[in-house]
């Protein structure tokens, strides 16, 4: 199976299925000699994991990460880092129903048109579960980014039709974690969560997007052409489950603007060049530009819902399904860490590719 690894220097590849005994991961090309705070990274790990309130999927797993290679003392020591995440909370009986079924919006046919087999438990290595290994290597990733000056902070932009009016110039991450959704705006998380609340009763599901913000990061990092910074991190996020879509800068909404009002016009400030605004999103040509990078990303609404569906079978037949088991009515508050987890490794290997100038 490709496909499992992410980034060119500092390199992330996962292993593991979702009601496997564990699941995994690989991290190479870690600088040796940074401290890490282990306790940090399970504390973004606890961001990301199930079963925190009665807005996501009851599915209790602690998420306890164990190093095996790689640190010492909480010293990276330059070589590989393996560490492994257990699976306690497997009901994989909750999928029997699935066995001979193609679950709508789920990679259930796909899989079976391209492997000739699948695992039905939860959906095997589809599931979002694997994306708690990208948590423990992004919390690696900012910690390292934090010792340059740079952070990475996301937030919930939208759930459904509900959408914060004005996103801070800069997020304040207590702000957002007070929060229940991870919305920086009291008034707007109310709302939100009182239509997840009502889409949950109805055995329904809801969709949202996440707003990103990289600070911090100096002019002159990434590639062009073709592993231009933003198309990498487009990439990284488009590979994130139930990602549908992405925009950096003014995105979508920019090409309603003339080149007039779109450009960001250079100035200079304390000796150095900056722009008046930064439609842009922080990137020039593939290349940072030294101002904020900003971002959105797009998650449609969580595939598996408790109404019933048309679908078809293995041999062919259409049928009616209806799901069972533990699910999130809506995954983008989860959602926030694995966004930040993906942009802060992109961002590092990045950096570490100027740096080595191997690539």
């Known amino acids: 199976m490709a496909g499992n690894s992410f980034g ?4 992330l590849t996962t292993y593991g299925e979702s009601h496997g005994t564990a699941i995994g991961g690989i991290i190479d090309g870690c600088p040796a000699g940074i401290q890490l705070d282990l306790e940090e990274i399970q504390k973004e790990l606890d961001r990301r994991k199930p079963g ?31 560490f492994l995440i257990p699976n306690k909370d497997q009901r994989s009986k909750d999928y029997s129903n699935i066995e001979n079924v193609y679950r709508p919006s789920h990679a259930d046919y796909t899989y079976d048109k391209k492997y000739g087999i699948r695992d039905v438990r939860g959906g095997g290595r589809s599931s979002a579960r694997e994306t708690a290994c990208r948590v423990v290597a992004g919390a690696i990733a900012k910690q390292i980014l934090a010792t340059r000056g740079i952070s990475v902070i996301a937030c919930v932009r939208a759930i459904g039709q509900i959408e914060i009016n004005d996103l801070p110039v800069k997020l304040d991450v207590e702000q957002v ?9 009291p008034e707007t998380t109310n709302k939100m969560v009182e239509v997840i609340m009502q889409v949950k ?4 599901s809801l969709g949202g997007v996440v707003h990103c ?30 990602v549908k879509g992405f925009q950096i800068g003014s995105g979508f909404e920019g ?4 080149g007039s009002e779109h450009n960001d016009e250079f100035v200079m400030e304390d000796g150095e060049p900056t722009t008046k605004t930064n439609k842009a999103g922080g990137v020039l040509g593939g290349i940072s530009n ?10 449609k609404p969580t595939a598996t819902i408790y109404k019933k569906q048309q679908t078809v ?7 009616e399904f209806q799901a069972e088991g533990r699910h999130d009515p809506c995954v983008v508050p989860r959602a926030v860490p694995i966004v930040e987890s993906m942009a802060a490794i992109t961002i590092l290997d990045a950096m570490l590719r100027k740096e080595s100038n191997q690539f």
């Open 213 to 242: 913000q990289v600070d911090g990061l100096p002019a002159g990092i990434g590639e062009p052409v073709f592993d231009k910074l933003h198309a990498d991190l487009g990439k990284a996020m488009l590979s994130i489950n139930a």
């Open 290 to 299: 030294g101002e904020q990078i900003y971002f959105d990303v797009a998650f």
């Open 52 to 82: 925190q309130s009665n807005l996501t999927t009851q599915r209790k797993e602690s998420d306890r990460v164990t190093f095996h290679s790689g640190i010492l003392d909480g010293l990276t020591l330059g070589t590989p880092i393996g």
């Open 255 to 258: 090409v309603k603007l003339k």
């Open 313 to 319: 079978t293995k041999d062919n037949k259409e049928t």
């Open 177 to 185: 974690e007070a929060s229940a959704v991870r919305c920086p705006d």
């Open 201 to 204: 009763k109805e055995g329904d």
């Open 8 to 11: 060119k220097i500092f390199v």
